[in-house]
């Protein structure tokens, strides 16, 4: 088997085990191409029909081809959308510049799936993270525990041998899963490039500058490129030297931001 | 275009520069993006240390505070033929079960030894531990050389120690390579420093190795769900070895039933086939089978059974009392299972015999042991089949130990 078709194999295998162990599970997109990579492999996993449903967490500041991209996606694959947003902090003018990032974030990302979480009655989540995003990603297991707080006991995870996940959790907690944590960045383009993913168009470039990853406007700037399809990019991405997160403010608050945040129970 | 890639794991005791070698692979290979680099000397200056590369890895707040590796770690760097996942493993002795996270996870090994200081415990434990976890191609990198003068009698005399403890992994494709991972000899480039040593460097050595294949047995599949679809239910699983094509027959285990494969199945494509390691669906003939059932061909069908011959390495703090209830995890077959019998009980580092007939089984000790699961199981030995013959046990929630299949009466 050829590596992308063992990769999407591996990751497939995961979506199928959070599925047959938990009921009550839910998946995270955040419009982004790796969650949306990962809805493809849903639909593969489960023959077109995804049997959970798939929560957008709006922070009410995402870009408007973000919005456009999923409203036309929930429809055409038939998901079983829910928005979560966290309605208080949104109306109370919560935003990057009126505290910390760290404050922002974990106010309308991880507060609003908090919120979601506990009216859902979840018992797992699905997350499209990738060990080569972010050193902290990169010391994650494949099925994660959270306490009730959401908080990560990342100095004390569970043993995770071969493929034999992390079994049903204790009342009050709930599983991050990670489907995609074994690819790279460059992967997941392939695989984009190979499967004909549609992807968001912010992706692409437009006067020199593309996004490499997707989040909130005041919080992510474009990166010089002139990839403007998905063969530029993977072409691009062969021979780059600039971090895939480069444009993506919260990291760069802190040396530890990134770690913080995920103890809180950030994505 | 598809590049190749191997995922390897660096063990060994505490301090003895596992870290320090990763940074030094990514830094000689220019896998270091220039802004990775420079966050790496604006922590180290903050921490008032030199240039520190083992922080590509040591991520987490208090590993970077304390110099330590806490939990294992994975990362990716790429050779001109081809990519790596390296896959970092600590080296204290309470992290054990992260390094063995990370072991179970990897298809090569790098050993790091420090020349100076020589074989210690973690060192011997995890060498044997890799042995039991059926790695079979390792490096082991005798570092920190220029600390004993690049001395050949040094590096002789530290591999010959190894050795006794390698005895059930070493093979053609083991290297015993010295060199300095903080200074770079004999990393990614040959050291003027140790003209007495001819064999590879580290990256010489990793790129002879060969990625796992799925193997090409006889054709298993494990059962992860039914999922009903117009009408059908199809079968939905990843093949562990082999290959099944529509109008193949097959036998349902534990039942025994015999069925028919009525066709092979993927979401917007007609595969014919299905292939090792694809994680796919069929749909078969008569038999309903559930999650856990396994489907095989009918030459040469294991037996379904509840007495499994086993070794396990005991991870958890509370150690295992005899009889005791525990699940028993393989591939996606859970069922209540106990220890019938401790025939051995060893140490992991030393693999001295603690106990015969024991009745318990303490923190990173290892065992050669009988379970009796509460229902019929399908298991193969791990030297024949590694994804049957591999196995968890839970307590309640929580994974407490890891085991192989050894030898199974006919």
Redesign the interface.
């Known amino acids: 088997m050829d590596r992308l078709s063992a990769q999407e194999s591996k990751s497939i295998y995961i979506i199928r085990e959070a599925y047959a162990r938990f009921p009550k599970l839910a998946i995270l997109w955040s419009i982004g191409k790796d969650s949306t990579t990962m809805l493809w492999m849903c639909r593969k996993a489960f023959y077109g029909e995804i049997p959970f449903p798939v929560i957008h967490i709006d922070t009410g500041y995402k870009f408007p081809e973000m919005y456009e991209f999923r409203d036309r996606y929930a429809k055409e694959w038939g998901l079983n959308l829910i928005i979560g947003r966290n309605e208080e902090a949104i109306a109370g003018g919560m935003g990057p510049t009126v505290g910390t990032k760290l404050t922002c974030c974990t106010e309308l990302k991880t507060n609003a799936l908090k919120q979601l979480l506990a009216g859902m009655d979840l018992q797992a989540i699905i997350l499209g993270i990738r060990r080569d995003e972010h050193g902290i990603r990169a010391k994650e297991r494949y099925f994660s525990p959270r306490d009730e707080q959401f908080q990560w006991d990342y100095k004390n995870q569970p043993p995770e041998l071969w493929d034999q996940y992390k079994s049903t959790s204790e009342d009050g907690t709930h599983l991050r899963i990670h489907p995609l944590l074994h690819m790279t960045e460059l992967e997941i383009w392939e695989y984009v490039q190979r499967e004909r993913i549609p992807i968001s168009p912010l992706y692409f470039a437009r006067n020199g500058k593309r996004f490499r990853s997707l989040g909130c406007v005041p919080c992510c700037a474009p990166v010089d490129s002139t990839a403007a399809t998905v063969d530029d990019i993977v072409t691009e991405l062969r021979t780059t030297k600039v971090a895939e997160r480069s444009g993506r403010a919260q990291d760069k608050e802190d040396a530890y931001t990134m770690q913080k945040l995920r103890a809180l129970g950030y994505m | 275009?598809?590049?190749?890639?191997l995922r390897i794991v660096i063990v060994g005791h505490v301090d003895h520069g596992k870290s320090t070698l990763i940074g030094r692979l990514f830094y000689d290979t220019g896998s270091l993006?220039?802004?990775?680099m420079r966050?790496i000397e604006?922590?180290s200056e903050?921490l008032g240390h030199d240039t520190e590369l083992a922080f590509?890895?040591d991520?987490?707040?208090?590993e970077r505070d304390q110099g330590i590796t806490?939990?294992?770690?994975?990362?990716?760097f790429k050779t001109a033929t081809r990519d790596y996942?390296i896959i970092d493993a600590p080296g204290h002795r309470q992290f054990l079960?992260?390094m063995?996270?990370g072991a179970?996870?990897a298809e090569a090994a790098l050993l790091v030894v420090d020349a100076e200081e020589g074989v210690r415990e973690q060192t011997r434990r995890h060498a044997y531990l890799l042995s039991l976890l059926g790695l079979r191609q390792l490096v082991v990198a005798v570092n920190k050389m220029d600390t004993v003068e690049f001395s050949e009698s040094r590096f002789r005399e530290v591999t010959e120690e190894l050795a006794a403890f390698l005895s059930g992994i070493a093979s053609a494709s083991t290297y015993m390579v010295p060199i300095s991972a903080r200074r770079g000899d004999n990393v990614a480039r040959r050291s003027q420093d140790l003209p007495w040593y001819e064999g590879p460097t580290i990256l010489e050595a990793l790129d002879r190795f060969q990625p796992v294949e799925?193997q090409l047995r006889p054709f298993r599949f494990p059962v992860?769900?039914i999922?009903p679809?117009d009408g059908t239910e199809?079968v939905?699983g990843?093949v562990e070895s082999g290959m099944v094509r529509s109008g193949d027959e097959l036998l349902v285990l534990p039942s025994g039933v015999r069925t028919t494969v009525t066709g092979v199945?993927?979401?917007?494509a007609t595969p014919t086939v299905l292939?090792?390691?694809?994680?796919g669906?069929i749909t078969v003939s008569i038999a309903k089978p559930a999650?856990g059932d396994m489907l095989v061909a009918l030459e040469n069908p294991p037996t379904a059974r509840t007495s499994i011959p086993a070794t396990v390495f005991w991870?958890s703090r509370q150690p295992l009392s005899l009889t005791e209830p525990l699940?028993f995890?393989c591939?996606?077959q859970e069922v209540p299972c106990r220890v019938a019998r401790i025939r051995r009980r060893l140490d992991s580092s030393t693999l001295t015999v603690i106990d015969e007939d024991a009745d318990t089984l303490a923190d990173t000790e290892v065992a050669e042991l009988e379970l009796e699961t509460g229902r019929p199981v399908v298991v193969e030995e791990h030297a024949f089949l590694p994804e049957l013959g591999?196995?968890?046990l839970?307590r309640g929630?929580?994974?407490v130990a890891?085991g192989i299949v050894t030898s199974l009466p006919a």
């Open positions: 275009m598809n590049r190749e890639s993006p220039p802004e990775k966050e604006r922590i903050d590509l890895m991520h987490l707040q208090e806490i939990d294992t770690a994975q990362t990716f996942v079960k992260n063995i996270t179970s996870q799925p992860q769900g999922y679809r199809i939905a990843r199945h993927e979401f917007l292939e090792p390691g694809q994680s669906g999650r991870m699940t995890r591939t996606t591999r196995f968890v839970e929630y929580d994974v890891g």
